[in-house]
């Protein structure tokens, strides 16, 4: 098979330091507009807030990739919860005492963990992944909800519901079939060049199909759900929409993605774990201590 020359010079690593930024910068733009440093229609605001849409895509594409090349998925679904616990005391605290609704993402990627594990089992375990997909489109309704009758759902904080529910589980099937339709357009290589199929997945070919597919999908699902709620369901705007649709974009990054792991050492590996914590801590020290000029 012929090797392609491209442009494939983001590693899994970079991936995840971009999509890192975007998310940091969009939680610059929540913060600086609750302290009234800049406001909704601002230029800035506006901008801070788009340039935070790539980070779902790539965290969810990131996601996908690590199911598919775990050894152990639940030891993996194991290492998310315990993010998840993490990220939950911070969040709590700010909903709580500073009004200010924080979603906690890693609920969105325990739940699509857990949906695409369940669906891969042979036997009756697999109808459980009814479980968490029940629980992303549960969340996407009390969304809904609340946003067209102005009522507040306690029963379930905004801290355990999936932040993105059905959005994001659609962003993660649609990586997933866009993987296995590349990994079946390998099946005639196998034979034709005597390799298996984890050999053929490190070629360049492979992997430029790959991320092909998985942009095309990242274009397709958010162009449904806009047509759907900008035109079908206008009376509900879901995810604000018209904000939300500009996370097409993260398919850029994708282009050059050349599917190697890169640097992954413990402490980056699971400092990520604890970075969503951290940057949320800083950013509320820096903007406390500027526009109130005390931590309490």
Not at 66 to 87: A, E, M, Q
Not at 153 to 159: I, T, Y
Not at 228 to 256: G, H, M, R, W
Request: one cysteine or more; aromatic letters at 16%; charged letters at 15%.
């Amino acid at each position: 098979m012929k090797e392609r020359k491209n442009i494939e010079i983001l590693s899994s690593f970079w991936i995840k330091v971009i999509a890192a930024i975007s998310m940091t910068l969009d939680h610059l733009g929540i913060f600086l507009n609750f302290y009234g440093v800049i406001t909704t229609d601002s230029i800035l605001f506006f901008a801070l807030r788009i340039l935070g849409r790539l980070a779902l895509p790539l965290f969810i594409f990131l996601l996908v990739e690590g199911i598919n090349h775990s050894k152990n998925l639940w030891r993996y679904i194991l290492r998310l919860s315990i993010g998840l616990v993490l990220v939950l005391v911070p969040t709590l605290i700010l909903n709580r005492y500073y009004s200010l609704h924080t979603e906690n993402p890693f609920v969105d990627l325990v739940i699509i963990a857990l949906f695409l594990t369940l669906i891969r089992q042979k036997d009756w375990k697999k109808f459980l992944a009814i479980l968490p997909l029940g629980y992303a489109i549960l969340s996407s309704v009390i969304y809904i909800y609340s946003f067209k009758t102005g009522a507040e759902v306690h029963w379930l904080p905004d801290s355990l519901r999936c932040a993105y529910g059905i959005y994001a589980l659609a962003l993660a099937l649609g990586f997933e079939l866009a993987i296995k339709i590349a990994n079946k357009n390998m099946k005639p290589f196998e034979k034709q060049y005597e390799a298996s199929l984890n050999d053929l997945q490190q070629t360049s070919y492979y992997i430029f199909l790959k991320k092909g597919l998985c942009s095309c999908s990242i274009v397709v699902v958010n162009v449904l759900f806009w047509v759907l709620f900008a035109f079908i369901f206008k009376e509900c705007d879901y995810l604000n929409i018209s904000i939300q649709t500009y996370s097409i974009f993260a398919f850029v990054p994708l282009i050059f993605y050349n599917g190697k792991l890169g640097y992954n050492k413990p402490w980056f590996k699971y400092g990520m774990y604890l970075y969503f914590d951290l940057h949320i801590l800083i950013l509320y020290i820096i903007l406390q201590l500027s526009c109130v000029g005390t931590l309490f």
